[in-house]
C-alpha cells in the first residue's frame, strides 16, 4: 500500500495530466473545424477537375498514343509509395494506421519481386518506416513550418513525383492517407495517381460528347493531368490535416475520460487508507485508555 | 432564352466569385473568345490574361487570372484557376509574385530541356511572355521580380 503522500502527488499528476489532454482534444477540435472547412472549400475545384478528366480520360483512354501519365510506361515493376502522414503524435491510430497499410502494400509488391520507393511527407511516416524500409527511401518533404496546408504545398510533393516519373524512376504511383469519414472514423487509403485510374460511369459518355475542345482534347489533356495530380495529392493533404485533428480529438477525449477515471480510483484509494489511518490510531488510543 | 448564365471562379482553395453573368470574356491559349448564354459546350485552356465578366447590368469586372481552364456550357461558365485575384487586389507585391512563380518554372524546365523537350521549354517561355503582357497590361512593372539565383 502506498503511503498517503505517495497517493496525494500521484493524483495530483493525474490531474495535471487531464488538463493537458482536456486542453489538446479543445484544440484539436478547433483545428478540426477549420481543417473541415478548407476540406469542403476545396472540393468544387477537384469536383470539376475530376469530372472533366473523367470525361477526357474515357475518349482518350483506349486510343493509342495517350499520355503517358494516363496510359502508363506499359509497365508495373516499379513502384512509388507516397505516404502521407503528420508531423506530430498523440493522435490515436491516425498515423500507424496509414503507414500499417504502406507497409503491407510494400511487402506484398516486394513479395511479387517488384521494385518499391518509398516518398514521405510528414515526421511520422519517416520515423516509423526507417527501421525496416529504410532502405527504400528516396525523398521526404517536411511540412513542420506548414501552418495551413496550401496548395503550394501540394504543387511541391506533386512536382517532386512529376519530375521523377519524367525522369524514368517508376511506373507506378500511390498515395496512401487517411480518408476523413467523421469524427471518429478516418479510413487509410490508398490512391493510384500514376498512372491515372479511370473512373467508371461518372458521366464518362455523356460529358466527353456534349463538349468540344480548345485546343484539341490532347492537348487539354496533357495539360490537364499533371494538375488533376496536383489536385488529388492536394486533396489528400487536406482529408489527412481533417482526419489527423479527428483522431486527436477522439484520442484526447478517451485520455481525459481515462484520467477522469483514474483520479476517481486513486481518490476512493487515498480515502480509504486515510480512514484505515484514522481507524488504526483510534484503535491505540483506545487500546491505551483501557490498559490503564 | 435566359440574359444571364452562372460564372463561377474557383481556385483550389475555395470557390472565390459565383455570379449570375450576361458575358464573359476569357484569355484562351489560342485567341481571346467571348462566352454568352448558350454558348456551345466547350472546354478550353487559359494562357495568363484577363477575365472580363459583364453582369446583367452591363457592369464589367475584371479578374486575372495566371492559366486554368474553363468549362462552358449554355447555362454556365466554371474558371478553374490555380490563381485568380480581382483586378483591383493585385498590387505590384501580388503580381511580383506571380511572376515570380512563372520565372521559377521557367527556369526550373530549361534546366531540364535534355528531358522534357524544346516544346515543354518554348511553352514555359510563353507562358512567362503571357504573364509579362499582363503585367504591363494593367499597368504593373514586370521587371521588379527577380528570383534569387
Do not use: C, W
Amino acid at each position: 500500500m502506498p503511503s498517503l503522500k505517495a497517493l496525494k502527488n500521484r493524483i495530483g499528476s493525474v490531474k495535471n495530466t487531464r488538463k493537458i489532454t482536456k486542453a489538446m482534444q479543445m484544440v484539436a477540435a478547433a483545428k478540426l473545424r477549420r481543417a473541415q472547412d478548407a476540406a469542403e472549400a476545396a472540393r468544387p475545384y477537384a469536383e470539376r477537375m475530376s469530372a472533366v478528366m473523367a470525361g477526357l480520360t474515357a475518349a482518350a483512354a483506349g486510343s493509342e498514343g495517350a499520355p503517358r501519365l494516363l496510359a502508363g510506361t506499359g509497365e508495373d515493376r516499379r513502384h512509388l509509395l507516397v505516404v502521407l502522414t503528420s508531423e506530430r503524435g498523440l493522435a490515436g491510430g491516425f498515423n500507424s494506421s496509414i503507414v500499417k497499410l504502406a507497409r503491407q502494400h510494400a511487402e506484398e509488391l516486394l513479395g511479387q519481386g517488384k521494385q518499391v520507393a518509398i516518398m514521405t511527407v510528414g515526421k511520422k511516416a519517416r520515423e516509423q518506416l526507417r527501421r525496416d524500409m529504410g532502405q527504400f527511401f528516396v525523398h521526404h518533404v517536411d511540412l513542420s513550418e506548414v501552418k495551413r496546408i496550401g496548395y503550394e504545398n501540394a504543387r511541391d510533393i506533386a512536382r517532386e513525383i512529376l519530375e521523377r516519373f519524367d525522369g524514368g524512376d517508376f511506373d507506378v504511383a500511390t498515395l496512401f492517407y487517411s480518408r476523413f469519414e467523421s469524427v471518429i472514423s478516418q479510413v487509410p487509403t490508398a490512391r493510384q495517381i500514376i498512372p491515372a485510374v479511370v473512373e467508371e460511369g461518372q458521366g464518362g459518355d455523356s460529358a466527353s460528347a456534349l463538349y468540344d475542345y480548345e485546343p484539341g482534347e490532347e492537348a487539354i489533356l496533357s495539360e490537364l493531368l499533371p494538375r488533376s495530380i496536383t489536385t488529388q495529392v492536394f486533396a489528400s493533404l487536406l482529408e489527412n490535416a481533417a482526419s489527423e485533428q479527428g483522431a486527436r480529438m477522439t484520442a484526447m477525449d478517451n485520455a481525459t475520460r481515462n484520467a477522469g477515471e483514474m483520479i476517481d480510483r486513486l481518490t476512493t484509494q487515498f480515502n480509504r487508507s486515510r480512514q484505515a489511518a484514522i481507524t488504526t490510531e483510534l484503535i491505540e488510543i483506545i487500546a491505551g485508555a483501557e490498559a490503564l | 432564352m435566359a440574359d444571364t448564365m452562372q460564372f463561377d471562379l474557383v481556385s483550389p482553395e475555395r470557390r472565390l466569385v459565383s455570379v449570375p453573368v450576361r458575358e464573359v470574356r476569357l484569355p484562351g491559349t489560342d485567341g481571346d473568345l467571348t462566352a454568352m448564354p448558350g454558348h456551345a459546350a466547350t472546354i478550353v485552356t487559359l494562357r495568363p490574361g484577363i477575365v472580363t465578366v459583364v453582369d446583367a447590368q452591363g457592369t464589367a469586372t475584371e479578374f486575372a487570372v495566371t492559366g486554368g481552364f474553363a468549362e462552358i456550357n449554355g447555362e454556365s461558365v466554371s474558371l478553374l484557376a490555380e490563381r485568380g485575384h480581382a483586378r483591383a487586389e493585385i498590387t505590384q507585391e501580388v503580381y511580383n509574385e506571380m511572376m515570380r512563380d512563372a520565372q521559377r518554372a521557367h527556369r526550373g524546365v530549361e534546366a531540364r530541356r535534355e528531358s522534357v523537350g524544346d516544346e515543354v521549354v518554348a511553352a514555359s517561355a510563353k507562358m512567362l511572355g503571357d504573364m509579362h503582357a499582363l503585367g504591363t497590361h494593367i499597368g504593373l512593372d514586370p521587371n521588379q521580380s527577380t528570383v534569387p539565383e
